[in-house]
């Protein structure tokens, strides 16, 4: 069940990047990040009332509520507003490939955190992701705006990779103790979210006029593409994610199979953004996901 839910997470998370990119030009980036928490929010409050699943898990501690809110903070509030504002600044098969980066940062923080062990093998499969990046990073644009790929993007959505990667790791021995109940590992990623919602709020507001952001969801279309990216992104890919993770013994194989995404992301983003595929991408993909490969076998 870990497998499938984490090919489905990765499918669903590639049309909510294509579509989260759309708008990314029009809406600030940390309105996005704001909004689609907060709708996210409220479809989990519709998926309980209807499933009549309890709004409360009574069975933690309370630091293991401290640290389901401290990986809120981290991947929903800090982590996604890194990434929703390299992705209005760089392209999404960039901000895809970069995100094979990854499992790189897991291992390491694992390893740091959750005495996870790297093998000779595991190592080298995160220089060859790393060499990878680099490509990404000084690739020529194919367009005329911008002789060289926006290398503040690359740097944020680094950073924003590098905070949602610790966000999951502290989370996981809490999944561990979830065990196997749907329910439960879905009132987690429920309740994560809470924190991001407060987070990516208060960074909204923190920027100059952002009453006067919101002026840019008067317009319809631009709405309902958020809806629509919040229900199979933030909503849908996430919660198939956690479950996905929380199911899957071996964290190396749920990375892998995560980063299927960017297979997916870099397809949609040429068909529906019209983002061309240059040799250089598809040379860093492959290379990328050879070196996730090389990592967990």
Known sequence: MGYIAMLIAAFLWSIAVVTFKSVSKKLSPFLINSLKNTIALFFFGILFYFFEFSFWYPELSLYE?????????????????????????????????????APVMNYILSFLLLGTILSASQTFGSIIVIIAILFVT????????????????VSFQIL??????????????VLNKVGGSIEAQLWVTAFRLIPGVVIAWIIFFCQKNSLQLLTGLKNKIIFKKMIFGTFVGTFLALSFWIVGYANIEEPPIASIIGQSAVIFITIFSSIFLKEKITKTKIGSIILAIAGVIIIVT
């Open 65 to 101: 509520y401290l640290i389901i809110i401290f990986s809120g903070v981290l991947g929903m509030g800090i982590g996604d507003s890194l990434f929703v504002y390299s992705l209005s600044r760089i392209k999404a098969n960039q901000v895809a490939i970069i995100d094979t980066f």
């Open 138 to 153: 000084y690739e020529s644009r194919i367009d005329t705006n911008q002789k060289q790929t926006d290398k503040k993007g």
């Open 160 to 173: 924003a990779t590098f905070v949602s990667c610790l966000g999951i790791v502290i989370l996981k021995p």
